[in-house]
């Protein structure tokens, strides 16, 4: 008989018992389950609600299923539902009517949140890990290339001389933010919800703030029926991967792009590659193409918790079984895509000569050959007009602006002089930039140093 079966004439059908069962994914819970139950079963002994002796045989026992589960000595069952219920059966087979005490003053309702909320505290703690460690691989590949010249791009078209170090910081913010992100979900995460019961709290006398300091948190949640229904703190956790996996995603598109042969800035380490079945000299970037992909799964897991909690009247309903899933799915998903992509960077050849020859065409020297106009004295939309011009004539004549004589220059504006010259070769061009945050090498050297100091001090969760 089921443990709630009390109440029933007649046993559960087994095609609804199968699709009522929840062990095949919940079984991942079971560490925090048991971490759980060993909380309350002390705390039950503390507040004299069960006898310390019965606590500490249910303790020990539970510990005892925590190896055996390890060991991979225990099958769970599909008749006993979920882990939550599989472990309790366990225990009540291995110690009697001692292990039927452990579930006084607590409903499966806090005790799956508070199993949720352990595990994603730990998911969040290894997920900023690994963003720390690809944070620091940026770094590494950018202070490598500080004088690495290549094209910046707008609309996918040559804008404006960069470096590829300058590039590079620029995914370091994203995935700073993305680090913030996720510490501000643990925040919120870190609230205990054992102790609610099913909705309304219990009537027995018990200690929830030993339970958080028993477990680890820093609060106890305030509504015994917004701790069991609630599950902003996954929805918050699925929103921080996907934004995390759309960074991922655009990184991964520029390495695709720039692997091809049309762009040959980079070469994607044969130890993350593919080949073809058919085409012999086929290498294919699969790796960024399958993170690329996994992103897409990502949304859908957001958009799968949304959909389920976005009609349930209060508090716990049997929709939110649901949540697990796609939580598991995204948090594997995030951890697996950010340490291969991390390898793939690390071990990323760049080809600079390829990326400084692209660099000298386009006419990314247009808006500071304008600029030089303006220092002359010129507003700037009348300069933007004249270097646009300038630009049309040199598509026509197949030449850049630096290409230009002097006398070919003057027909367009009396302003210009020798010095023109310098001011747009495409080191000029990235070294003028004077404002804060720009390509130049001194502003690439602040990022990298604040980028350093970052990683030093700041890239971990105050637990």
Same mark, same amino acid.
């Given at each position: 008989?089921?443990?709630?079966?009390?109440?029933?004439?007649?046993?559960?059908?087994?095609?609804?018992?199968?699709?009522?069962?929840?062990?095949?994914?919940?079984?991942?819970?079971?560490?925090?389950?048991?971490?759980?139950?060993? @909380?309350?079963?002390?705390?039950?002994?503390?507040?004299?609600?069960?006898?310390?002796?019965?606590?500490?045989?249910?303790?020990?026992?539970? !510990?005892?299923?925590?190896?055996?589960?390890?060991?991979?000595?225990?099958?769970?069952?599909?008749?006993?539902?979920?882990?939550?219920?599989?472990?309790?059966?366990?225990?009540?087979?291995?110690?009697?009517?001692?292990?039927?005490?452990?579930?006084?003053?607590?409903?499966?309702?806090?005790?799956? *949140?508070?199993?949720?909320?352990?595990?994603?505290?730990?998911?969040?703690?290894?997920?900023?890990?690994?963003?720390?460690?690809?944070?620091? /691989?940026?770094?590494?590949?950018?202070?490598?290339?500080?004088?690495?010249?290549?094209?910046?791009?707008?609309?996918?078209?040559?804008?404006?001389?960069?470096?590829?170090?300058?590039?590079?910081?620029?995914?370091?913010?994203?995935?700073?933010?993305?680090?913030?992100?996720?510490?501000?979900?643990?925040?919120?995460?870190?609230? $205990?919800?054992?102790?609610?019961? *099913?909705?309304?709290?219990?009537?027995?006398?018990?200690?929830?703030?030993?339970?958080?300091?028993?477990?680890?948190?820093?609060?106890?949640?305030?509504?015994?029926?917004?701790?069991?229904?609630?599950?902003?703190?996954?929805?918050?956790? $699925?929103?921080? !991967?996907?934004?995390?996996?759309?960074?991922?995603?655009?990184?991964?598109?520029?390495?695709?792009?720039?692997?091809?042969?049309?762009?040959?800035? %980079?070469?994607?380490?044969?130890?993350?590659?593919?080949?073809?079945?058919?085409?012999?000299?086929?290498?294919?970037?699969?790796?960024?193409?399958?993170?690329?992909?996994?992103?897409?799964?990502?949304?859908?897991?957001?958009?799968?918790?949304?959909?389920?909690?976005?009609?349930?009247?209060?508090?716990?309903?049997?929709?939110?079984?649901?949540?697990?899933?796609?939580?598991?799915?995204?948090?594997?998903?995030?951890?697996?895509?950010?340490?291969?992509?991390?390898?793939?960077? &690390?071990?990323?050849?760049?080809?600079?000569?390829?990326?400084?020859?692209?660099?000298?065409?386009?006419?990314?020297? *247009?808006?500071?050959?304008?600029?030089?106009?303006?220092?002359?004295?010129?507003?700037?939309?009348?300069?933007?007009?004249?270097?646009?011009?300038?630009? $049309?004539?040199?598509?026509?004549? &197949?030449?850049?602006?630096?290409?230009?004589?002097?006398?070919?220059?003057?027909?367009?504006?009396?302003?210009?002089?020798?010095? %023109?010259?310098?001011?747009?070769?495409?080191? @000029?061009?990235?070294? @003028?930039?004077?404002?804060?945050?720009?390509?130049? /090498?001194?502003?690439?050297?602040?990022?990298?140093?604040?980028?350093?100091?970052?990683?030093?001090? &700041?890239?971990?969760?105050?637990?």
């Amino acid at each position: 008989m089921k443990l709630w079966g009390g109440r029933f004439s007649k046993e559960e059908s087994s095609s609804a018992n199968e699709f009522n069962a929840s062990i095949a994914f919940d079984q991942k819970l079971y560490r925090q389950d048991i971490r759980g139950s060993i @909380a309350h079963a002390r705390m039950l002994s503390k507040q004299g609600i069960i006898p310390q002796e019965e606590a500490e045989l249910i303790t020990s026992a539970l !510990c005892g299923i925590l190896a055996d589960i390890e060991d991979g000595k225990i099958e769970f069952t599909i008749e006993n539902e979920d882990i939550h219920m599989n472990i309790e059966s366990i225990l009540t087979a291995r110690i009697g009517a001692a292990g039927k005490r452990l579930h006084t003053a607590r409903s499966r309702n806090d005790q799956v *949140a508070v199993d949720f909320r352990l595990y994603l505290m730990d998911e969040i703690m290894d997920i900023v890990t690994l963003l720390g460690k690809l944070s620091s /691989s940026l770094v590494s590949v950018a202070e490598s290339n500080r004088d690495t010249v290549m094209p910046g791009y707008t609309h996918l078209q040559r804008a404006q001389p960069i470096t590829l170090a300058y590039h590079l910081m620029a995914y370091f913010q994203m995935f700073r933010r993305d680090m913030g992100r996720f510490r501000d979900c643990y925040k919120r995460t870190d609230d $205990l919800p054992l102790g609610s019961g *099913a909705l309304a709290g219990t009537t027995y006398d018990t200690d929830r703030e030993f339970l958080a300091r028993e477990l680890g948190f820093s609060s106890v949640s305030e509504n015994a029926m917004d701790s069991v229904s609630d599950r902003d703190f996954a929805i918050e956790f $699925l929103s921080a !991967c996907s934004i995390t996996m759309m960074h991922l995603s655009r990184f991964c598109e520029e390495m695709i792009v720039w692997s091809s042969s049309e762009f040959g800035f %980079i070469e994607i380490d044969d130890a993350y590659s593919t080949g073809s079945s058919i085409m012999p000299q086929k290498k294919n970037p699969d790796m960024a193409e399958l993170i690329r992909g996994k992103t897409g799964s990502v949304y859908g897991n957001l958009f799968t918790l949304l959909t389920i909690m976005k009609g349930l009247p209060l508090a716990y309903n049997k929709d939110m079984q649901e949540d697990k899933p796609p939580v598991f799915d995204a948090g594997d998903t995030v951890k697996s895509s950010v340490a291969i992509f991390t390898d793939m960077l &690390d071990t990323m050849h760049v080809k600079a000569d390829n990326m400084a020859q692209a660099a000298k065409r386009g006419f990314m020297n *247009a808006t500071d050959a304008a600029d030089y106009l303006v220092s002359k004295g010129l507003p700037f939309r009348d300069c933007h007009e004249i270097i646009g011009k300038m630009v $049309l004539y040199c598509i026509g004549k &197949d030449k850049a602006l630096e290409e230009l004589s002097m006398e070919e220059m003057k027909d367009f504006s009396d302003k210009f002089e020798n010095d %023109i010259y310098d001011r747009i070769s495409v080191r @000029a061009c990235i070294e @003028a930039k004077r404002s804060q945050g720009s390509t130049s /090498s001194e502003s690439v050297a602040k990022m990298i140093e604040n980028a350093k100091r970052l990683i030093a001090g &700041d890239f971990s969760i105050d637990t």
